[in-house]
T-cell receptor
């Protein structure tokens, strides 16, 4: 199991860039890194996935250093609606049982 | 954008009763999953399903649980004799392929066992 560690909580303000870093020291060669967002009483929502270097989509960027032992989710110009729990997951969905949802990072955005 | 849908959104049942939770995965997806999340706790994997059989299951997925794809669109989770501790949000997910392709989750069914 690729264990992940991320901050329990973070606070920021509207309009700021938020970076959430996740460490995954025992990531396996074939593992992908996937980030999800979850609002209360809703299902996890896919944000971004990557294997190495940098991935960007319309919502976020994901930075993965060469050793892949950590990754950083970057949310540009956050708004109040970005207040949610963010999960960093590592593994292959072919072995979904081994992909562990930890406690995530509770991000609070203030006006 | 295609979505995973789940019904009902809420279900209240008496302990010992059977419940069936329904999911309609994204139409061209082949891999299906159930997860649960007890209030205030982590999302937990229950089972994955492909080609009409279970691929993986967790320790939580005991003999009280079963899954089925009764037709070409629905994917169901049955709990035969509900217990109080089965109260949770149940999420269905689907993916197009194994490995790198990610899972897409449904909105969940909130199950309350009294």
């Amino acid at each position: 199991l690729a264990k992940t560690t991320q901050p329990i909580s973070m606070d920021s303000y509207e309009g700021q860039e938020v970076n959430i870093t996740c460490s995954h020291n025992n990531i396996a060669t074939n593992d992908y890194i996937t980030w999800y967002q979850q609002f209360p009483s809703q299902g996890p929502r896919f944000i971004i996935q990557g294997y190495k270097t940098k991935v960007t989509n319309e919502v976020a960027s994901l930075f993965i250093p060469a050793d892949r032992k950590s990754s950083t989710l970057s949310l540009p110009r956050v708004s109040l609606s970005d207040t949610a729990v963010y999960y960093c997951l590592v593994g292959l969905w072919s072995s979904a049982s081994k992909i562990i949802f930890g406690s995530g990072t509770r991000l609070s955005i203030r006006p | 954008e295609p979505e995973v849908t789940q019904t009902p959104s809420h279900q209240v049942t008496q302990m010992g009763q059977e419940v069936i939770l329904r999911c309609v995965p994204i139409s061209n997806h082949l891999y299906f999953y159930w997860y649960r999340q007890i209030l205030g706790q982590k999302v937990e994997f229950l089972v994955s399903f492909y080609n009409n059989e279970i691929s993986e299951k967790s320790e939580i997925f005991d003999d009280q649980f079963s899954v089925e794809r009764p037709d070409g669109s629905n994917f169901t989770l049955k709990i035969r004799s509900t217990k109080l501790e089965d109260s949770a949000m149940y999420f269905c997910a689907s993916s197009g392929a194994r490995g790198a392709e990610t899972q897409y989750f449904g909105p969940g069914t909130r199950l309350l066992v009294l």
